[in-house]
């Protein structure tokens, strides 16, 4: 079964709309998640590590402001992107895991974001 | 700088036929671990295999097996005897030592159609 559950699925809402999405992992605690955006037919793209209890760390290029990230537990992490615009649509997806290299990240199974 | 090349941007076999995804791999660490993952149509991530850089022992499971290269850096996937339920694209990815966190490099992906 799945090990990470991310909500909620798809999303549609006008532009202007702060949007929250929930990452959480199921059974195990994790100190570390990742949010990645995938755009259509493209890879997947890094956007920030999130540590729990302290501040994400963003990839290069990638807004602060625009993608607010928090984990406050050691089981949930979230994204909010705050005043989508029709180019914030994409597919974002949240993996946990990863604190060692050898650990595999399991991904949770994505939130397709569409503004209007 | 780690990168991660998958030069097969699509492959499309008929059913039962087998099939190799190529994986090209660069980094400078000495220690390191490469990834396999499936993503469906419907978008989730779905976990296939990981190797360590010390384990260069080729891998089956089922109707999947791994040949890793470490002289060539590479991580091939091959699936035997494919299926329809086997479309979906596949990524290799790379573990990245980030300081304290371990940060996945993805390849491009491979979009694999398998045909009946």
């Known amino acids: 079964g799945a090990v990470v559950s991310q909500h909620p699925s798809r999303v549609i809402c006008k532009s202007g709309t702060s949007v929250k999405i929930e990452c959480r992992s199921l059974?195990?605690?994790?100190?570390?998640m990742f949010w990645y955006r995938q755009f259509p037919k493209q890879s997947l793209m890094l956007m920030a590590t999130?540590?729990?209890?302290?501040?994400?760390?963003?990839e290069q290029g990638v807004e602060k402001d625009k993608f607010l990230i928090n984990h406050a537990s050691l089981t949930l992490s979230t994204l909010t992107v705050t005043s989508a615009h029709p180019e914030d649509s994409s597919f974002y997806i949240c993996?946990?895991?990863?604190?060692?290299?050898?650990?595999?990240?399991?991904f949770g199974d994505g939130t397709r974001l569409s503004i209007l | 700088a780690q990168k991660v090349t998958q030069a097969q941007t699509e492959i499309s076999v008929v059913e039962k036929e087998d099939v190799t995804l190529d994986c090209v791999y660069e980094?400078?660490?000495?220690?390191?671990?490469l990834f396999w993952y499936k993503q469906p149509p419907s978008g989730e991530l779905v976990f296939l295999i990981r190797?360590?850089?010390?384990?260069?022992q080729n891998e089956i499971s089922g109707r999947y097996s791994w040949n890793f290269q470490k002289s060539t850096s590479s991580f091939n996937f091959t699936i035997t005897a494919s299926q329809v339920v086997d479309s979906a694209v596949y990524f290799c990815?790379?573990?990245?030592?980030?300081?304290?966190?371990?940060?996945?490099?993805f390849g491009k992906g491979t979009l694999l159609t398998v045909n009946p």
């Open positions: 993996s946990a895991g990863g604190d060692r290299p050898s650990q595999p990240q399991h």
């Open positions: 059974d195990f605690q994790a100190t570390t």
């Open positions: 999130s540590n729990e209890g302290s501040k994400a760390t963003y």
């Open positions: 980094t400078r660490d000495t220690t390191y671990y």
């Open positions: 190797r360590n850089s010390f384990d260069e």
């Open positions: 990815a790379l573990s990245e030592n980030a300081g304290s966190n371990y940060k996945l490099t």
